[in-house]
């Protein structure tokens, strides 16, 4: 039975148009990031393009230390506020800026309010280095100024406070330090897959449906395993099909990136991407993570789509039902008002993929003394609501109208 439903599938020429353009839309966007990154370089006064810009990258990170301590911030920083310059400034962008290239955004970064949208360029001119830059002390400092903020939508407890400040507390300091170019083009490749659920949809939501408008489900119902192993192999076929499809596409991304530019800074600390996140993880881990994500919503729409496909009995219904489920949500605004609403935008499928962003939000689900962190909840909520899908579908596939 698994392999008529393999055939059903890949004969269906809409899902094979669908599986090509997926995989060429993931091949363009890996030529794309690779060929069109530059890199200023000082020596010719010139741009570095493609693979050579990353080695360039690579060798100035390397050249500027390997670890971020106090000292070296502190001597960055007097560096940077003695060339009084406005640092949002043209000039102060080719004299300060472009030479430290990565590293002062980092910094600068690192001393802006995490309320503000934008990262504070002039932040560093305001530093005190009275008792040097502090810089780890005002790290934690900046997160409990941020928890202690007064929210029109609601404020954090006590609870999720004392659970934040706990985890950015055991993040492992200091930093090293390291071209992080490399693997901030394999996280976004693979936060990129999600576009690749579109296919997913195409393919899962006629796999129920398509048995009541050729006919044949009448028939199948009463053979001896139309309701159970038929089931069951449409089931177990379309959570394969999903886990390879976007594990293929995972591949068709990284693999050539990884050929051609190897992965450097793989075991750099996820907080050069962000000097709050409170996760003790490195930034090859944080892109695993991002396609575990990736693969448990994609499984999650395909068994929903599965529900609706047997529960609608109408291709094009699940269909649109999929494309809506990923983007609609997409364009719900957050609430000025309401944490709960807030809470539950929070895990659409669009926003609950990129663990980069999850783990730089501070979102944390508190009931009671027990607080549940963003990307626990996505995991639990998943899950959760695979397995309702999951004892769903032979439900409503089998019932009679």
Request: some cysteine; glycine content about 6%.
């Amino acid at each position: 039975m698994m392999r008529y439903e393999w055939k059903k599938i890949f004969e269906r020429r809409l899902n094979v148009i669908a599986m090509v353009l997926g995989y060429l839309l993931m091949g363009i966007v890996v030529y794309s990031y690779i060929s069109q990154e530059q890199f200023y370089d000082a020596a010719t006064d010139s741009y570095a393009e493609g693979p050579e810009a990353y080695r360039m990258e690579l060798e100035m990170a390397q050249g500027q230390t390997d670890v971020i301590t106090e000292e070296y911030v502190t001597e960055l920083i007097r560096d940077i506020q003695n060339f009084g310059m406005d640092l949002e400034s043209d000039e102060a962008y080719t004299e300060v800026i472009r030479p430290l290239d990565d590293m002062f955004y980092f910094v600068a970064k690192s001393y802006t309010d995490m309320g503000e949208p934008y990262t504070d360029q002039n932040a560093l001119n305001k530093v005190d280095l009275k008792n040097g830059a502090r810089f780890y002390e005002q790290r934690i400092e900046k997160i409990m100024h941020f928890l202690n903020m007064d929210f029109s939508y609601g404020n954090y407890s006590e609870a999720e406070k004392t659970y934040w400040i706990s985890m950015a507390k055991r993040t492992n300091i200091p930093f090293r330090w390291g071209g992080k170019a490399v693997m901030s083009i394999v996280g976004e490749l693979t936060f990129v897959e999600l576009y690749l659920w579109f296919v997913v949809v195409i393919c899962v939501s006629s796999v129920f449906s398509s048995e009541y408008e050729s006919g044949a489900a009448y028939l199948l119902l009463t053979t001896k395993y139309g309701k159970d192993r038929l089931v069951r192999s449409k089931i177990e076929v379309s959570v394969l099909f999903t886990i390879g499809y976007l594990t293929v596409g995972a591949l068709i991304a990284i693999v050539p990136t990884i050929l051609i530019l190897g992965l450097p800074g793989a075991d750099l600390p996820v907080q050069l991407w962000d000097s709050v996140i409170p996760y003790n993880i490195t930034i090859g881990q944080t892109c695993l993570g991002t396609f575990g994500l990736i693969l448990l919503i994609g499984v999650t729409i395909a068994l929903v789509l599965l529900c609706c496909s047997a529960g609608f009995r109408s291709s094009m219904t699940a269909l649109v039902i999929g494309v809506a489920v990923i983007i609609a949500p997409m364009f719900f605004p957050m609430s000025k008002e309401s944490g709960l609403w807030n809470h539950i935008n929070y895990l659409f499928p669009g926003r609950a993929c990129n663990l980069k962003e999850v783990m730089s939000s501070y979102v944390s689900y508190a009931f009671g003394n027990v607080v549940i962190s963003y990307v626990e909840m996505i995991v639990i909520v998943y899950m959760v609501v695979s397995v309702a899908a999951l004892m769903l579908i032979r439900r409503v596939f089998v019932r009679v109208k």
